[in-house]
């Protein structure tokens, strides 16, 4: 699935072509990235591919590419080349995140795709998010969620057990932990509370996201309970930073 920049980029911003060659460039290259011809993280034809293209010098195609730059349509790599950036999905955290309903609302399609699967005795951290004894048993998961055919974040997810035993075979059939929960029993669960920082991810997470060690991250641990108040779930998630923007709603308790 191809996803366009333009619902986010302003109409009428790109140069008017009828001012100046680097502006007729800029405009033209600028459309084709808004139409989805150039997708996002795509690289652009070479300075020298597109001088020829254009029958101009490669100084008026580097300020063509520099003002789509400005823009946010474009970013140059070193040594690499000239990206069509890749948009960032929005996703919200309230009182009932969910991932599907976040990419909805971004008129996207994805899911959960369950990697891994463990049984283990829960650390202190966990242990105490989810309102266990030291060394209970915990389902362990990881988990990739992705929207429009990129991978959007990387989770450990921690479910208390007996209770919640076998929602890794709920959700690796269903592609949701909401519907998963639901099949055991778990008919609503709201978020208790969720932590934001930004770090610099580990290797494993960097290979998970597909991007740079440099690049950073947006790690969200999160703790969510049933209706009775009863924690359900503990979880550490990492978002790719340059493909994500979290919003918090605090519009709805």
């Not at 084709?32 to 101009?56: D, F, K, M, N, S």
């Not at 100084?59 to 690499?80: I, K, Y």
Request: hydrophobic content about 40%.
């Amino acid at each position: 699935m191809k996803k366009t920049l333009a619902a986010n980029t302003p109409a009428g911003v790109l140069p008017d072509p009828r001012h100046s060659f680097w502006s007729r460039i800029a405009h033209e290259i600028g459309e084709a990235i808004r139409q989805g011809i150039y997708a996002p993280g795509e690289r652009l034809p070479t300075e020298h591919a597109l001088a020829q293209q254009y029958g101009v010098n490669r100084h008026t195609v580097r300020r063509s590419l520099a003002t789509l730059g400005q823009l946010g349509l474009v970013r140059t790599s070193q040594g690499s080349g000239t990206y069509v950036e890749e948009f960032a999905v929005e996703v919200m955290l309230g009182k009932r995140t969910r991932h599907r309903q976040s990419l909805a609302q971004a008129g996207l399609k994805g899911g959960l795709r369950l990697l891994q699967t463990h049984v283990e005795e829960a650390e202190p951290g966990v242990a105490q998010a989810l309102g266990l004894p030291a060394g209970a048993p915990v389902l362990h998961l990881v988990v990739l969620g992705d929207g429009a055919g990129q991978v959007l974040h990387a989770s450990d997810r921690y479910f208390p057990l007996p209770r919640l035993a076998g929602l890794d075979a709920h959700l690796h059939e269903t592609g949701s932990i909401t519907e998963a929960l639901h099949r055991l029993g778990v008919s609503d669960y709201t978020r208790r509370e969720s932590r934001i920082t930004a770090r610099l991810p580990s290797a494993e997470v960097a290979a998970l996201l597909q991007q740079p060690l440099t690049r950073p991250t947006l790690r969200v641990t999160s703790v969510n309970v049933d209706s009775s108040g009863c924690p359900v779930e503990y979880a550490c998630t990492w978002f790719a930073g340059d493909r994500v923007a979290i919003s918090v709603d605090h519009a709805h308790e």
